[in-house]
């Protein structure tokens, strides 16, 4: 098999091997991803050059075998150590007792799963001698070469770099079987004993069914901390954390821990297929501690809380190359001092920007590049009660999405609407980290909201993601350029129905949601005057448009016609807590309760003329109303609303 890339780990060997280098390197990397591959490689090249080579496998061998004497007799002798993580524990003595004896000129090459120990770093004696090469995939173009080396044809390469990525082993071992597949096409999927295979390859045995379990969460989750770990494993969380970091395929970042790609999506293949039930068990808890991180993040946090929910949604249209999208570019709020700098950026869309930047400087946020600090693209999150004719006037997208709640459902009191603006420059437009980004920052934006009814989603580039929003036919224009706007409203499918739709297709069966009903204030009052009318027949409240709102979507656990019944009921009993509404409780639950054939009668049985009766009637009735109306706008778990 041809060898192929690793240029940089070539230079390095070689510079050592005339001189000019280092005289021990360190080679470590995941299981598969080379190490024999080159280490053989670098065995040709010191024979080559005309240089003793001896090598030593750790699976077999002690380094203080025969094998490893010429080194320390001979200054051109070249010692490659193979499988060092087999031998780990002799690590102390190599460094302290074998390696000071070789002498000047000879190189020593260790390769192994695991990083060199940091005493190697805090020893100021091997500052210059030791030089440390972490192995990765292969790039683009060099898995390309090993895949024409392996006789893969065109249609498969596709999928196989999809699987594979530049994982040497996974490429070799994905292509020789899906080479022999006739029917392979592009749509090919490694097949499970290629996954097992490679499992045993990569991963091995592991020491317990709880550290399976918690490298399968590290494998479904973005990056994995030790609390998302506790949310599932609350008992073991610290230490299964520990045994995480140190795995040669685990890699820390400043967000958590990630795993080798391959290993990833061998693990999720894996339990997908082994343990289906299992699979979408640890999934729901993974998005319920998820959800709930992005609701309670500080703002700063709001976009990478967003990205890892998404994460998880990555085989349902989200997507699913996050690999440094959060470090290209970093979010600010907008200063004063960058007002020239939007505009620029706006180009022709300057004046609108100057317009909200004046208005609204708070809804803004600027983008640059980490590396540069160029900016790049300005977005605002515009939060409108009821636009003026100014702002109307000022900026088309507004116009456009205020005109269309009014037309479909219009804001109930305390509500508000919310349009999203971006302005970026031509390279960064449509699909690009940044606006990848920028629509995190969105969706955190519509799901941490407080009463608001819709949300308004400017998108230029059709393919951009569009998160299960809808779009408005009739596209506004500024300038010459067309921009798509998506909508959603927020009462119909609030934020936990959202996610759960976005959940829905790893579940089997029905749609687990539907929209809500949005009912005006007069509506609403006139669903309940009616639902009280019919309080004793489960089949008559089971008809009311109110076991579609909000009000009863959230009292989960029983049918809405029940839930319905009880709230009815339990709004009349609170009449009685304020002693200025008894008699209206006693007239509600007289006429209502135990469901009096008419009017007169009530008013006999509580000794009322029937004027009065009527007058206690309206009243007990308008403050159910209100009651219940507050809560459907504010939230179940809103304190009931009381007359002054």
């Known amino acids: 098999m041809a060898f192929v890339g690793r240029e940089e780990e070539l230079a390095v060997f070689n510079a050592a091997l005339y001189g000019g280098g280092c005289s021990v390197l360190y080679v470590h990397g995941p299981g598969g991803i080379g190490k024999s591959a080159l280490l053989r490689r670098f065995a040709h090249e010191a024979e080559v050059a005309g240089r003793p080579v001896s090598m030593v496998d750790g699976r077999m061998l002690d380094p203080a075998a025969s094998e490893a004497g010429p080194v320390l007799r001979d200054a051109d002798a070249v010692l490659l150590v193979d499988d060092f993580e087999r031998i780990q524990g002799l690590e102390g003595w190599l460094r302290e007792r074998f390696l000071p004896r070789v002498p000047m000129g000879a190189l020593v090459v260790i390769a192994g799963r695991n990083p060199p120990d940091m005493r190697w770093q805090a020893d100021p004696g091997w500052a210059g001698a030791l030089e440390v090469l972490p192995l990765r995939d292969l790039r683009a173009g060099d898995a390309q070469a090993l895949m024409d080396s392996s006789g893969v044809p065109a249609e498969l390469r596709e999928p196989l770099l999809a699987f594979a990525g530049g994982h040497p082993l996974a490429l070799l071992l994905g292509a020789a079987v899906a080479v022999k597949d006739g029917e392979a096409g592009r749509r090919w999927m490694p097949h499970q004993d290629v996954v097992a295979t490679l499992l045993d390859q990569l991963v091995g045995e592991l020491p317990s069914a709880a550290h399976r379990h918690a490298l399968e969460i590290c494998a479904h989750a973005y990056t ?68 709930e991180r992005v609701r309670t993040a500080n703002d700063v946090d709001v976009p990478g809380a967003v990205a890892a929910l998404l994460y998880l949604h990555r085989d349902n249209g989200a997507p699913a190359d996050f690999r440094g999208r959060h470090d290209e570019f970093q979010e600010e709020v907008l200063r004063e001092e960058d007002f020239g700098t939007l505009l620029r950026v706006a180009a022709e869309g300057a004046g609108c920007a100057a317009f909200w930047a004046e208005r609204q400087p708070e809804a803004f946020r600027l983008y640059r590049r980490t590396e540069t600090g160029e900016p790049v693209a300005f977005s605002a999150w515009l939060r409108l009660a009821e636009p003026d004719e100014e702002e109307l006037a000022a900026d088309p997208i507004v116009a456009r999405a205020w005109a269309h709640a009014r037309a479909t459902t219009p804001l109930r009191a305390g509500e508000h609407l919310a349009v999203s603006r971006l302005w970026a420059l031509p390279p960064y437009r449509g699909n690009s980290p940044v606006v990848d980004l920028i629509q995190w920052r969105v969706i955190g934006n519509c799901l941490r909201s407080e009463r608001m009814a819709w949300s308004y989603v400017e998108i230029r580039h059709p393919k951009q993601r569009q998160y299960g929003m809808r779009d408005i036919s009739e596209q506004p224009q500024l300038g010459d350029d067309a921009y798509g706007l998506f909508v959603h409203d927020w009462r119909a499918v609030p934020p936990q129905a959202w996610l759960e739709r976005m959940n829905r297709p790893l579940h089997a069966g029905p749609a687990a949601t539907s929209e809500l009903a949005v009912l005006s204030q007069a509506e609403f009052a006139e669903a309940v005057r009616k639902a009280l009318r019919q309080l004793s027949r489960l089949d008559g409240l089971a008809a009311s448009p109110l076991t579609r709102t909000r009000l009863i979507a959230e009292r989960a656990g029983r049918s809405p016609a029940t839930a319905l019944g009880d709230l009815l009921r339990q709004a009349i009993d609170g009449l009685r807590e304020d002693p200025r509404s008894v008699k209206f409780h006693r007239a509600l639950s007289v006429t209502f309760l135990p469901g009096t054939p008419t009017q007169e009668l009530a008013a006999e049985r509580l000794g009322l003329p029937f004027t009065t009766y009527r007058r206690h009637l309206t009243a007990g009735i308008e403050r159910v109303c209100a009651d219940l109306w507050h809560r459907e706008l504010y939230g179940i778990g809103a304190p009931a609303y009381r007359s002054t």
């Open 224 to 291: 994995t901390t030790e609390d998302l770990l506790r949310a599932a494993l609350p008992e073991d969380a610290g230490r299964l954390f520990r045994w995480l970091r140190r795995l040669p395929f685990v890699e820390s970042s400043r967000r958590g821990l990630v795993p080798n790609d391959v290993v990833r999506e061998l693990l999720e293949a894996d339990l997908r297929w082994r343990d289906p039930e299992g699979y979408a068990a640890m999934h729901d808890r993974i998005h319920a501690q998820l959800a």
